[in-house]
C-alpha cells in the first residue's frame, strides 16, 4: 500500500502520466470529474492537459482505457482548446480504440471523433478515418466506416464531405472481410440518402451482385429530404430552430428553409476524376487532321472521339483542339466526318462543363451554319454538339450569333436553329430569360413562323411556345401584339406541350439549372449581373431562401431570381406584389363599364357627366373624386371608371378648372386602383393632348406619371411618346420629352427601350421648333447619365451645331451620378438593394449596346495579318497594327467576334519596339469603345496584360497603358478586373512602376463601387507588402489605397490578413489599418435603402466564401460605422452563414477556410509548356551558385498557376518558419495529390533548391525529409525525372552531400540512393562526378564514395562518359591532400577492383609511384578480408541493394545502359527472348543481397530434420482453395485450352498475391488429375518462367514491403513450391524445362534459400525445408542434360560474379556433386556433346590457374571429380564426344580427360573394373592401384575436415565392393572414438542407401566452412564439419565428433550428463540456448580459420588418420588459445609421422 501512497498525493495531470495503470485510472477519473466541473471553456487548466489526452485514448491498460476515453471526451465537449488535439487524438482512437475488443471503447472512440466534428473540426477527423480505412485490421476499417456513417447521418452531407469517401468506397467492396463489405453497403446507404443518384456513377465498376444489393437498399430509402440532426458550435440558430420545429411536432415555416437547404448538393460530375487529354493526343494530330486524305483525317478524329468519351476533362488550353475541330466541322467536304467532329466538340463541352464556354463563341456560328447539310446523322451531331455547348455557356453570350443565323435564306438552318433556340429555352427560367433577351428572339421567330416553309414555321412556334411556358405570358404577350389569333393558339398549343428542365416553379428555377446546384455551373443568365447572382444562387442555398422570405414581388430586373409569379422575366410590373392579375384586361363595353360605374358612384355624378354646364360637370367632378378617394382598391372598377371619364365632353373639355380636376382624378384611379394597360389606353391620347396646356399640364403629367408607375415607366414612355410625335402640337412634344426627362430621373432607366426613343428624339432635333429640340437635347442629356458617352454614337451624323450643343449638354452631366430611383420601385419590392440599380444601370447599358449597328470584323482579321502582327520585323508588325486601326475606325461598332487577334495584340503589349506597344494600347483603347460592353470577355486575356504594361519603365507608355484600362473599366465595370487572382498577381510583382500605377487606379476606382468581389482580398498580402515597399511613391499610394479597401472588406478582415506578417511588420501595418479605419469612406449607397439591402439584398451581394459573408453582411448594414461587433449587435450575427463552416468569432480558423482544395493545380501540359520555354531561352535556365533575386521572382511566376495561392505565399516568405510550414502542408497533401506534384515536380524541385541555399537546418532537415518521401512515391508512381528536372536539380542536391552534420549528409546520401530508382544511375554518375570537383573536401569524399557505390550496385556501365575517362578522374583524388578524400577514392577504385578485376589498373592510366603503391596496398589489404569487407557493405547500405531491386520502373524504362555486360554473357535463352530482356538486371541485383548477407551468418544442419520431412512438408501443399470455383479455367480443358493455359501462366507473375496464388492453385490442381496433366505441356518453360518471375517480385518487392502481410507472402510461397513439386513429380513433363530456364530456376530457388528475410517469418524454416525438397526433385526429375547444364552455366556466372556470395556457388557445387552421384544411373540419356561443352566454356573462363586463386578450392575439386566420374562411367569413348567444341585448344579439357584416361588404364585390373561411384571419388592423386593405398587414401578423407563424408561414403562402397577387405589395421591405431564413428557412418549410409527414396533429402545442401548454409532452421545446431558429400548424418555422427574434439582440447568429456542430451536439443529446433551455441560455434571457426589456411598443403601429404581433427574444432569459447596451439602441436606430430 505504500506505493498507493506515494501517487495518491501526485497532482491529476502527473497521476494520468504515471506508470501504474492504477494510478492513471484514478487520473482519468478526476480528470473527468474537473472537466465536467470547469465553466469556463477558456480556463487556464485546460492547456495542462493539451499533451496528454492522446495518451488518455491510447492507454495500454483496457480499463484505464476506457475511463481515459470518458474523461478524453468531457474534455474536447468543454476545452476551447481541444481542437488543437485532433490528429494526434483522431489517430490514436483509430488505431488503438477501433481495435479494442470491449464494445463500450468503440462506441466511446465514435463518440469522441463527432465530438470534435461538432466543435468543427471535421476535415481533420475525416482525414484520420479515411486513413484507417488502409488499416490491416478489418475491426478499425469497420469502426471507421461505421463513425463516418453515423457523422454524414447527423451533420448531413454539407460538413462531412463526401467526395474522399465516395472516392474510396469502391475498394472497400472489394475487401475480403464481410463485415467491411456489409458495413460499406450502410454507409452507401446512407450516402444515397444525401446525395441520391449522383452516387450512381462512382459505383458503376463494383461487383454486380453488390450493386443489385444496393440498389434494393436504395429503392427503401426515404424519399424525404434528410436533415441535420447534429449540429456544429457555429450552427446553434440553427439548432435553435430545429429543437423548436421538433417542440412543434412538424415543419413551421422555416421547415422549408431547411428542407431546401438540405436539397441533395452533390453532382456525379463532381464525384469524378477528371482526366487529362492534351498530352495524349496523337504526336502528328494536328498534321493528321490537315491531311489531304480524309481517312487520315478520320484517324485523328477518332484519336479524340476516344479521349473524349471521358466523362470529366481537366481544365487547360484547349483553344488549338477546338479550332482544328471547328475547321472540320466547317470546311470539310466529308459529312461523315463533320458528324465526327461535332461528336468530339459534344463530348469535350460535356467533360468541360463551364470550362468550355469560352470557346463556345468560335464555334457556335460555324455549328448553326452546318445545319444546312440535309444528312440526318450529321444533323443528330451536331444538335447534340450544339445542346451540349450551350450548358457551357448562357444564351445572352451566344445570342448574337444565334440571331445572325436566324435570317438565313437556307430553310433547314432557320428550322434548327428555331429548334435549338427552343431546347436552350427550356433550360431557362423567368430571370435567365429577361426582356432584353427576348425581345429579339420573338422578333426573328415571328419572322420564322410566316415563313414560307412548313418546317420554318413550325420550328418557330415550337420555340415561341417554349418562351411563352418559360417566360409566362406577360412577359411574351407585348412581343406578339402584332400576331393573329390563329398563330396565337398555335403558340399556346405549343407551349402546353413544353415540358421544361425544371418545372414551372420560378423561384427555384435558378437554383435548380441544369439540377446540379453546386456544380459551379452558373445558371445561363444574361450579362454581368446575372452571372453574379447565380453564382450566389449555384453555390449557396441562402439567397434564394431570403428572397423566398422577403415579400413577394422582387422588382424583375435582369439576372434575379424573380419569386412572384406575377413578375417573372422583366414583363411589366403588377400593382401589388403578391398580386398576380395581368396588367392588360379585356376591353370592356360602354354599357357594362357604366353598370359597374353606376355600382359605386352616386347616381347624380353619372348624370352629370356629360351636364351642358360646366359647374355642374365640375360638381360631378368633386363627387366622383370623394367616390374614388374612399373606394377600396379591390373594388375599384378603374377601367370603367376612366371610360366615364372620357365620355363625352370627354379629353375635349373646355372649362380648364374640370380638366384639371379630370385629370387629378385619372390620377388617382392609377395611384389607388389595379390600373391596368387597358385602361391606360382609353386615357393617355387625352393626356398627351393636354401635357403642353399651360393651365392643365402640370396635372396632365401627374397623371401620367401615375400610370407610368402602375403600368411601368418603359410601356407609358413608348405610347405616350409615340403619341407626341404622332400629332403636330410642338408644346405637347417638348412638354412629353420635359415629362420623360424628369419621369427617367424619378424611374430609372430599367426597361426602357433606347431604341424607340432615340428615333423619336432624332425626330425631335430635326423639328424647327427649338423648345422640341432643347427638350430633346436636355432629354438626351438625362439619358446620358444612364447610358454613358456611347450614347453619343447614335448622333455622330448629326449637323455640326447641333452636336455641339449635344455634347455642350453630355459635358454639364459628365461627373454627376444617376439619381436613385425614388418611384416604380417602393411597392413592388422590398428587397431592392442598390445591387439593383447597379443591375439596372449596367442593363440600360447592354440595352444601348444591342441598339448599335455592329460590323463583324471576323473575316477581315486574317492569318496573314495576324502573322504580320507577330513578325519579326517591326515595320512589318507596325504594317499589321495600323491595319487593325483602319479595320476598327471603319466598322465603328463591332461584334465581339475578333479571330485570333487579342492573341496577336497580346504578344505585341511587351514588344521590344515601344512604340508599337503605345500603338497596340491605342488600339485596344479604340477596341473597347467599338465593341461596348461585350469587350468583357477579354479582360482576363487582353486586359490584365495592360495591367501589366503599367509596370513599364517609360512614363508615357505607362500613361497610355492607364488611359486603356480606364476605357475598358468604362466598359467592363470593375466586377471582371478584381475577379480570380490576376489582379493580386499583378500586385505581387515587385515592380515600383507597376505598384504605384495599379494602385492608384484601384484607389481611384474602389470608393466608386458598392460591392466588390471577395477576390479583393487575395491583394491584401500583397497591399501590406506594398505598405513596407524600398519605393516611397509605393508607399504613399498603398497608404491612399488602404482606406478604400477596408471600406469593402471591413477592418477585421483586414487586421486578420495581418497574421501572415512579421510580428514587426504586423504591429506597423496595424497601426496603419487603425489610422485608416478613421478615414474610411461609407460605400456609395443610399442611405436609406440600408434596412432593405439588409434583408434582401444581402444575400445575393456576391459570391464569398462563407465565412466572408457575415462580414459582409455587416459592414455593408452599417455604412457609417463599419464596426462588425455593432452590426452583430443590430441582430445580424455571424450565424446568418449559410454555409456553416467556421464560426467567424474564431478567427484562427479562417485559415483553414482558405487553405481547402488542392495545393498543386494541374496545368494540362504545363511542365512541359515551361521545359519548352527553358529550352527557347524565353526564362532563365536553372543555373547559378547562389540563387539571384530574378531567378526566385521567375520561380514564383511559373508557381503562380500551378500552386495554391496561400501556399505559395509560404513558400516565398521572408521568414524561414513558413517556409517549414509549406513543406509541412506539402508532405501532408503529397499522397491525396500525386498527379498534382508530379505535374509540379519540376518547380517543386527547383523550389528545393533555393531551400539547399537557406541557412537554416531546420528548413534543410524538413527539405531532405520531403524528398525522401516524394522520391518514395516518384518510385512507387514509377515516374523517370526528365533531364530538365534533374540538371536543375542533383547539382544542388549534391552541394549539400558536403554539409558538415553527419545527419545530413546521411539524408543526402539516402536521397541520391533513392533517385536511382526514378532516374538512371548511368546519368546520375556525370552530376556527382562534378561534385567531386567541389573546394569542400566533405563533398569530394562523400562524391566519391557514392560513385563506388553505384559502380558497386549497378556494374561498371554506369561510369560515364566510359569506365576509362571515370576511372582516371577518380584515381586523381588519390592524391588529394585531404585524408578522408584520399581514402574514399581509394575505396572506390578497390570496389570498382573488386568488380572488375585487374582491367582497373589499364584503366586508371598513369598514377604516380607513391599513388600506385598506396592503391596496391589497399588492394591488398581487401583481398585479405573477404568476410569483413561484404559485413561492412551491408551495414552501409542494405537499403541500396533492396531498393534498387524492388525498382521494377528501372526495367520498364529499359535502361539497358544500367545493366551489368556480365550478366548477359552465356545466357542462352532460346526462345525466351523476353526474359532475356528483363532478366539479367534483377539477377544481379539479387546476387548483390547474397553478397550482403554474408555478414548474418547462418550455420545450421539441415540434416537433423530430415526424417521428419515428409509429413512436415504436408501442410505446405495447398489446402483446398476456396476461390478455386471462381474461374474454373480448365473446366473445359480442351475447348480452348492452350489459350486458357496462357491466359493462367500469365498471372502466375502477376504482382497481386491473390491473383498469382489462384493461378497457381488452378495449375495444380490440372497436374494433379493425369488425365489432365498432359495439356501443360508445351507450356512448361512458360510457366517456369513465370514462376521465377514471381519468387524474383517476392525477393524485391513483396518482402520490402513493410505494409504487406507477410503471411500472404508465406502462402504465396507455399503454393510456389508445392505447384512445382507437384510439376516434377510428372517426370514426362520435368523433363521439357530447357537449360535457361531451368538456370534461372535454380538461381531463384537457391536465392531463396539463402534469403534471411524469409527465415525471419514464421513459417520460414519450412519454406526453406520446401525449397529443399523441390530442389532434389528438380535435380532428380528434370532432363538430366539440361539440369547439369544449367547448373555449370549457373556457377559460372556465381564466379565471375563478384557480386555474387560464395554460399550461393557452394549451393551451385552441391547440386553439381548431387548430379554426379546420379551419374551412373543417368549417363545413358544425358547428352555428353553438350555437357563437355558446357565443361569447355567453363574451363575457358576459368583456366586452372584461376581455379587455384578461388578463395575456396571446391570449384576446382568439383569440375575434377564431375570430369573423373564421366571418364570412369565412359571410358575412353569420352574423347569422342567433343564433337561440339570448335577450338579445342582454348581450354585443358582435352588435355585433361587424356591424363585421366591414361592414369585410368595404368590403374590395377580390379581398380579398372571399378565404375562404381566411390571410386569416382578418388582424387588422381593415388597413382598406385594398392588395395593399401586406395584404402590409406580413403582414410585420409575421413581424417580431413572437408571430406569426411565424402571418405565414408568412399569406405562403404569399397567395403561392399571388396567384402573380404581388411580395414582393421587402419583402424587400430586410432582413438576409440574414431573408430565408433567410422563404424557408425557406415551404417548409417547403408540404412540410408537401402531407404532411399523414401526419405526426402537435403541434396547435401548444407553447412560448409565459411558457415554457409541452407537455412534449414536458423535455430538448429549445425557443424561445419563436411557433409560435403550430401549424405545425411545423424546425431550421432555429430556426438561422436563433438567427443574427439572435446577430448583434443583437453576437456573433460565426463561432464557429458550436465547438459541435456545432444538428442533433445535437435528435436526441439527453436530452442534459443541452441541457437547461442550455434554462435559460439561460428565465432569459433572463424578464429581457426586462418592457422588452418598457413597448414592447409599438409593435408594433402597426410595418411595419418588422425589428421580428421584439423579445424572442426567445436570446444567451449575458453580455449581458444589453446587449441590453437594444441593443433599446431598436433599438425607438426602429423607431419613426423608421415615422413
Request: proline share 4%; glycine share 6%.
Amino acid at each position: 500500500m505504500g506505493d498507493d501512497s506515494e501517487w495518491m498525493k501526485l497532482p491529476i495531470d502527473q497521476k494520468c502520466e504515471h506508470k501504474l495503470w492504477k494510478a492513471r485510472l484514478n487520473g482519468y477519473e478526476e480528470a473527468l470529474k474537473l472537466f465536467q466541473k470547469i465553466d469556463d471553456e477558456k480556463s487556464p487548466e485546460w492547456s495542462k492537459y493539451l499533451g496528454l489526452i492522446k495518451k488518455f485514448v491510447t492507454d495500454s491498460n483496457a480499463v484505464a482505457q476506457l475511463k481515459g476515453l470518458e474523461a478524453a471526451l468531457a474534455y474536447v465537449e468543454n476545452a476551447h482548446v481541444a481542437g488543437k488535439t485532433t490528429g494526434e487524438v483522431a489517430s490514436g482512437v483509430v488505431n488503438k480504440v477501433f481495435n479494442q475488443p470491449k464494445a463500450r471503447a468503440k462506441e466511446l472512440g465514435e463518440d469522441i471523433c463527432l465530438m470534435y466534428i461538432e466543435i468543427e473540426k471535421g476535415e481533420a477527423i475525416q482525414e484520420e478515418l479515411l486513413k484507417g480505412l488502409d488499416n490491416k485490421n478489418p475491426k478499425i476499417i469497420v469502426a471507421c466506416i461505421e463513425t463516418l456513417r453515423k457523422a454524414l447521418s447527423e451533420f448531413g452531407s454539407k460538413i462531412i464531405s463526401l467526395k474522399p469517401i465516395i472516392k474510396v468506397l469502391p475498394k472497400l467492396f472489394e475487401s475480403r472481410e464481410k463485415a467491411v463489405r456489409d458495413e460499406a453497403k450502410l454507409l452507401a446507404v446512407e450516402i444515397y440518402r444525401w446525395i441520391r443518384d449522383a452516387l450512381r456513377p462512382p459505383l458503376q465498376n463494383i461487383n454486380s451482385v453488390q450493386l443489385k444489393e444496393l440498389e434494393e437498399e436504395w429503392i427503401k430509402v426515404s424519399s424525404a429530404a434528410p436533415k441535420q440532426t447534429r449540429f456544429l458550435r457555429s450552427q446553434q440558430e440553427l439548432k435553435a430552430k430545429f429543437e423548436q420545429q421538433q417542440g412543434l411536432g412538424g415543419d413551421a415555416d422555416g421547415g422549408d428553409d431547411d428542407e431546401e437547404e438540405a436539397v441533395p448538393q452533390v453532382d456525379a460530375y463532381e464525384l469524378l476524376e477528371a482526366v487529362e487529354i492534351l498530352s495524349k493526343l496523337p504526336k502528328d494530330f494536328y498534321e493528321k487532321i490537315e491531311a489531304k486524305k480524309w481517312q487520315e483525317r478520320k484517324e485523328a478524329l477518332e484519336a479524340v472521339e476516344l479521349l473524349v468519351k471521358n466523362p470529366k476533362l481537366e481544365s487547360g488550353d484547349y483553344a488549338d483542339l477546338v479550332k482544328a475541330l471547328k475547321k472540320v466541322v466547317g470546311k470539310d467536304t466529308n459529312v461523315m466526318l463533320v458528324a465526327l467532329a461535332a461528336k468530339c466538340l459534344a463530348g469535350l463541352a460535356t467533360g468541360l462543363r463551364k470550362k468550355f464556354g469560352q470557346y463556345s463563341g468560335h464555334v457556335v456560328p460555324t455549328i448553326l451554319e452546318k445545319f444546312k447539310e440535309k444528312k440526318p446523322q450529321v444533323v443528330q451531331a451536331l444538335q447534340e454538339a450544339i445542346d451540349a455547348i450551350f450548358l457551357t455557356t448562357t444564351l445572352q453570350n451566344i445570342s448574337e450569333d444565334i440571331l445572325a443565323v436566324m435570317d438565313n435564306k437556307n430553310p433547314t438552318i432557320k428550322q434548327q436553329t428555331s429548334l435549338f433556340i427552343a431546347r436552350s429555352f427550356r433550360h431557362c427560367t423567368p430571370s435567365t430569360l429577361p426582356k432584353s433577351l427576348l425581345k429579339p428572339f420573338c422578333a426573328a421567330l415571328l419572322k420564322h413562323i410566316n415563313d414560307s416553309a412548313p418546317e420554318v414555321r413550325d420550328a418557330g412556334f415550337e420555340a415561341l411556345g417554349t418562351a411563352l411556358k418559360v417566360a409566362g405570358e406577360k412577359a411574351v404577350n407585348p412581343f406578339l401584339a402584332d400576331v393573329d389569333k390563329l398563330k396565337l393558339d398555335r403558340i399556346k398549343e405549343c407551349a402546353e406541350k413544353v415540358e421544361l428542365v425544371y418545372g414551372k416553379k420560378a423561384g427555384g428555377a435558378a437554383e435548380k439549372k441544369e439540377g446540379k446546384p453546386i456544380t459551379g455551373k452558373t445558371a445561363a443568365l444574361p450579362g454581368p449581373a446575372g452571372d453574379k447572382e447565380t453564382k450566389d444562387a449555384a453555390t449557396k442555398p441562402g439567397p434564394l431562401k431570403k428572397a423566398s422570405a422577403v415579400k413577394v414581388g422582387v422588382p424583375p430586373k435582369k439576372g434575379k431570381p424573380a419569386t412572384a409569379a406575377g413578375t417573372g422575366g422583366a414583363g411589366p410590373k403588377g400593382k401589388k406584389g403578391p398580386e398576380t392579375k395581368e396588367i392588360f384586361e379585356s376591353e370592356l363595353s360602354i354599357e357594362v363599364c357604366e353598370e359597374k360605374a353606376a355600382a359605386v358612384l352616386p347616381a347624380s355624378c353619372i348624370q352629370q357627366l356629360d351636364s351642358g354646364n360646366w359647374k355642374e360637370r365640375l360638381a360631378c367632378m368633386e363627387e366622383f373624386q370623394k367616390a374614388v378617394e374612399l373606394m377600396e382598391r379591390s373594388e375599384m372598377p378603374c377601367q370603367a371608371l376612366v371610360r366615364m371619364l372620357a365620355k363625352k365632353p370627354g379629353w375635349k373639355e373646355t372649362n380648364f378648372q374640370v380638366m384639371q380636376m379630370k385629370l387629378h382624378i385619372v390620377a388617382l384611379i392609377a395611384q389607388k386602383g389595379n390600373f391596368s394597360k387597358t385602361s391606360a389606353q382609353v386615357v393617355l391620347d387625352g393626356l398627351v393632348d393636354k401635357v403642353g396646356d399651360v393651365k392643365c399640364g402640370t396635372n396632365a403629367k401627374e397623371a401620367m406619371t401615375a400610370i407610368a408607375e402602375a403600368c411601368q415607366l418603359p410601356w407609358t414612355a413608348e405610347q405616350v411618346v409615340a403619341m407626341a410625335f404622332s400629332q403636330k402640337n410642338p408644346k405637347n412634344q417638348s412638354e412629353t420629352l420635359n415629362w420623360l426627362s424628369n419621369a427617367i430621373k424619378e424611374f430609372g432607366f430599367s426597361g426602357l427601350n433606347v431604341k424607340a426613343f432615340i428615333s423619336n428624339v432624332k425626330t425631335a432635333l430635326a423639328a424647327t421648333n427649338p423648345a422640341v429640340r432643347t427638350s430633346a437635347i436636355t432629354l438626351l442629356g438625362v439619358m446620358y447619365l444612364y447610358v454613358g458617352p456611347s450614347l453619343r454614337m447614335f448622333f455622330e451624323d448629326e449637323k455640326p451645331a447641333l452636336l455641339s450643343q449635344i455634347d455642350a449638354e453630355f459635358e454639364k452631366m459628365q461627373g454627376q451620378t444617376a439619381p436613385a430611383p425614388t418611384r416604380g420601385i417602393s411597392r413592388h419590392s422590398v428587397g431592392g438593394g442598390d445591387d439593383g440599380e447597379e443591375e439596372e444601370q449596367e442593363e440600360v447599358g447592354n440595352d444601348v449596346v444591342d441598339l448599335l449597328p455592329r460590323t463583324d470584323i471576323g473575316d477581315k482579321i486574317t492569318a496573314e495579318l495576324v502573322s504580320k502582327i507577330g513578325d519579326k520585323n517591326w515595320k512589318i508588325r507596325k504594317e499589321g497594327l495600323d491595319e487593325v486601326t483602319s479595320i476598327i475606325n471603319e466598322a465603328k461598332f463591332i461584334q465581339p467576334n475578333i479571330g485570333e487577334l487579342p492573341a496577336a495584340l497580346k504578344g505585341r503589349l511587351n514588344d521590344s519596339n515601344k512604340i508599337l506597344v503605345q500603338q497596340t494600347l491605342s488600339i485596344l483603347q479604340q477596341l473597347a469603345t467599338a465593341m461596348g460592353p461585350n469587350i468583357k470577355q477579354y479582360v482576363k486575356n487582353l486586359g490584365i496584360p495592360v495591367i501589366t504594361v503599367l509596370g513599364d519603365s517609360k512614363n508615357n507608355v505607362r500613361a497610355a497603358a492607364l488611359a486603356t484600362v480606364n476605357a475598358w473599366a468604362e466598359q467592363t465595370g470593375m466586377k471582371e478586373w478584381l475577379e480570380g487572382e490576376d489582379l493580386s498577381e499583378e500586385l505581387k510583382k515587385e515592380n515600383p512602376f507597376l505598384r504605384q500605377e495599379l494602385l492608384g487606379w484601384l484607389a481611384e476606382k474602389l470608393p466608386a463601387l458598392r460591392s466588390v468581389p471577395s477576390d479583393l482580398l487575395l491583394c491584401v498580402p500583397h497591399l501590406y507588402s506594398c505598405l513596407e515597399d524600398r519605393n516611397g511613391d509605393v508607399r504613399k499610394k498603398a497608404q491612399d489605397a488602404l482606406p478604400f479597401f477596408m471600406m469593402h472588406l471591413g477592418f477585421e478582415k483586414m487586421a486578420k490578413a495581418t497574421g501572415k506578417l512579421k510580428p514587426t511588420s504586423k504591429d506597423q501595418v496595424l497601426a496603419m489599418l487603425e489610422k485608416a479605419k478613421a478615414n474610411m469612406p461609407a460605400k456609395p449607397a443610399p442611405p436609406a435603402k440600408a434596412s432593405s439591402r439588409v434583408v434582401g439584398g444581402a444575400a445575393p451581394a456576391k459570391f464569398q466564401p462563407a465565412s466572408a459573408f457575415a462580414d459582409d453582411l455587416g459592414s455593408n448594414t452599417m455604412e457609417s460605422k463599419p464596426d462588425l461587433k455593432k452590426a452583430k449587435a443590430g441582430g445580424l450575427s455571424s450565424k446568418t452563414k449559410v454555409q456553416g463552416k467556421k464560426v467567424l468569432s474564431k478567427p484562427s480558423l479562417k485559415e483553414d477556410d482558405d487553405k481547402s482544395g488542392p495545393i498543386f493545380i494541374i496545368v494540362p501540359n504545363g511542365k512541359e509548356q515551361r521545359m519548352r520555354e527553358e529550352k527557347a531561352l524565353k526564362v532563365l535556365k536553372w543555373n547559378f551558385t547562389t540563387p539571384r533575386d530574378e531567378y526566385i521572382e521567375q520561380l514564383k511566376t511559373q508557381m503562380s498557376t500551378c500552386v495554391a495561392k496561400w501556399l505559395q505565399d509560404e513558400m516565398f516568405h521572408a521568414d524561414f518558419q513558413h517556409h517549414n510550414k509549406a513543406l509541412s502542408v506539402m508532405i501532408e497533401h503529397l499522397e491525396s495529390e500525386k498527379d498534382g506534384v508530379i505535374s509540379c515536380l519540376d518547380l517543386i524541385l527547383k523550389w528545393l533548391t533555393l531551400r539547399f541555399f537557406d541557412t537554416n537546418t531546420s528548413v534543410l532537415m524538413k527539405a531532405l525529409e520531403y524528398l525522401k518521401l516524394l522520391f518514395n512515391l516518384l518510385s512507387q508512381e514509377e515516374y523517370h525525372l526528365t533531364e530538365n528536372e534533374a540538371s536543375s536539380f542533383i547539382p544542388y542536391l549534391i552541394l549539400k552531400v558536403g554539409e558538415p552534420k553527419d545527419v545530413i549528409r546521411k539524408d543526402v546520401r539516402a536521397i541520391l540512393n533513392r533517385m536511382c530508382l526514378i532516374y538512371p544511375a548511368s546519368k546520375m554518375f556525370p552530376f556527382i562526378m562534378e561534385g567531386t570537383k567541389s573546394k569542400n573536401s566533405k563533398q569530394r569524399a562523400e562524391c566519391l564514395e557514392e560513385l563506388g557505390c553505384l559502380v558497386e550496385s549497378y556494374g561498371m556501365n554506369v561510369c560515364q562518359p566510359t569506365p576509362g575517362k571515370a576511372l582516371k578522374e577518380m584515381a586523381t583524388h588519390i592524391g588529394d591532400r585531404d585524408n578522408t578524400v584520399r581514402n574514399a577514392a581509394l575505396n572506390t577504385i578497390v570496389t570498382v577492383y573488386n568488380v572488375h578485376g585487374d582491367q582497373v589498373f589499364k584503366l586508371i592510366g598513369n598514377l604516380s609511384e607513391k599513388d600506385m603503391s598506396m592503391l596496391e596496398e589497399r588492394i591488398k589489404r581487401s583481398a585479405k578480408r573477404p568476410s569483413t569487407a561484404p559485413v561492412r557493405q551491408a551495414e552501409e547500405k542494405p537499403q541500396r541493394t533492396q531498393s534498387i531491386s524492388a525498382n521494377a520502373s528501372m526495367m520498364r524504362k529499359g535502361q539497358a545502359e544500367d545493366m551489368s555486360s556480365k550478366l548477359n554473357q552465356n545466357r542462352n535463352m532460346g526462345s525466351h527472348s523476353e526474359t532475356a530482356h528483363t532478366v539479367p538486371r534483377e539477377f544481379q541485383l539479387d546476387l548483390d543481397e547474397i553478397e550482403n548477407d554474408n555478414g548474418t551468418v547462418r550455420c545450421e544442419m539441415p540434416a537433423l530434420v530430415q526424417h521428419k520431412l515428409d509429413d512436415i512438408f504436408e501442410p505446405v501443399l495447398i489446402p483446398e482453395p476456396k476461390i478455386r470455383a471462381v474461374s474454373p479455367h480448365f473446366d473445359d480443358m480442351h475447348s480452348n485450352t492452350a489459350s486458357t493455359i496462357n491466359f493462367v501462366i500469365s498471372q502466375v507473375a502477376s504482382g497481386d498475391i491473390n491473383t498469382s496464388i489462384q493461378a497457381l492453385t488452378q495449375i495444380d490442381e490440372v497436374l494433379k488429375q493425369e488425365d489432365k496433366a498432359e495439356a501443360m505441356s508445351g507450356h512448361i518453360d512458360q510457366f517456369l518462367i513465370a514462376t521465377f518471375m514471381q519468387l524474383r517480385l517476392i525477393y524485391n518487392t513483396h518482402m520490402a514491403d513493410e505494409k504487406l502481410d507477410k503471411d500472404e507472402i508465406v502462402r504465396l510461397y507455399s503454393c510456389i513450391i508445392g505447384s512445382m513439386i507437384t510439376l516434377f513429380h510428372i517426370e514426362s513433363l520435368a523433363r521439357e524445362a530447357s537449360t535457361g530456364v531451368l538456370k534461372d530456376l535454380m538461381h531463384g530457388l537457391i536465392t531463396l534459400m539463402l534469403d534471411s528475410r524469409v527465415e525471419d517469418l514464421e513459417e520460414g524454416e519450412q519454406v526453406i525445408r520446401s525449397v529443399n525438397l523441390l530442389v532434389v526433385k528438380v535435380l532428380e526429375k528434370s532432363d538430366q542434360t539440361n539440369i547439369l547444364s544449367a547448373l555449370l552455366v549457373l556457377l559460372q556466372d556465381s564466379l565471375l560474379a563478384t557480386a555474387s556470395s560464395p554460399k550461393f556457388s557452394e549451393l551451385v557445387m552441391k547440386c553439381l556433386w548431387r548430379m554426379v552421384r546420379l551419374l551412373p544411373e543417368t549417363i545413358n540419356s544425358i547428352n555428353l556433346d553438350r555437357i563437355l561443352l558446357d565443361i569447355h566454356i567453363f574451363m575457358k573462363v576459368f583456366p586452372k590457374e584461376k581455379l587455384k586463386q578461388c578463395k575456396s578450392e571446391f570449384p576446382i575439386r568439383t569440375l575434377k571429380t564431375l570430369l573423373h566420374t564421366l571418364c570412369k562411367l565412359k571410358g575412353p569413348k569420352i574423347l569422342d564426344h567433343l564433337t561440339m567444341i570448335d577450338n579445342k585448344n582454348e581450354s585443358e579439357l582435352e588435355a585433361h580427360l587424356c591424363r585421366l584416361m591414361k592414369h585410368a588404364m595404368e590403374q590395377s585390373g580390379k581398380a579398372d573394373k571399378d565404375t562404381e561411384k566411390g571410386a569416382s571419388r578418388i582424387e588422381e592423386k593415388a597413382s598406385k592401384a594398392k588395395v593399401n593405398d586406395i584404402l590409406a587414401e580413403i582414410f585420409k578423407k575421413i581424417g580431413s575436415k572437408e571430406n569426411t563424408k565424402e571418405g565414408l561414403a568412399e569406405l562403404y562402397e569399397y567395403k561392399k565392393k571388396y567384402s573380404d577387405a581388411d580395414i582393421e589395421p587402419f583402424l587400430k591405431n586410432s582413438s576409440q572414438f574414431f573408430q565408433s564413428y567410422v563404424e557408425r557412418g557406415l551404417r548409417l549410409i547403408e540404412t540410408e542407401r537401402e531407404g532411399k527414396g523414401r526419405i526426402a533429402t537435403s541434396t547435401g545442401i548444407s553447412p560448409q566452412m565459411e558457415g554457409t548454409c541452407v537455412p534449414a532452421s536458423t535455430h538448429t545446431v549445425s557443424s561445419s564439419i563436411g557433409n560435403t558429400n550430401g549424405e545425411e548424418v545423424g546425431p550421432s555422427v555429430y556426438l561422436e565428433r563433438l567427443k574427439i574434439l572435446r577430448q583434443r582440447c583437453g576437456l573433460d568429456n565426463a561432464k557429458q550428463e550436465d547438459r541435456p542430451p545432444l538428442t533433445s536439443l535437435l528435436s526441439k529446433p527453436t530452442l534459443p540456448t541452441v541457437a547461442s551455441s550455434t554462435d559460439m560455434l561460428h565465432s569459433k571457426l572463424s578464429q581457426l580459420r586462418e592457422s588452418r589456411e598457413q597448414y592447409q598443403h599438409l593435408d594433402l601429404d597426410s595418411n595419418q588418420t588422425h589428421s580428421s581433427g584439423i579445424g572442426t574444432t567445436l570446444a567451449s569459447p575458453s580455449s581458444a588459445a589453446a587449441n590453437i596451439d594444441d593443433l599446431k602441436k598436433r599438425l607438426e606430430r602429423i607431419k613426423s609421422s608421415r615422413k
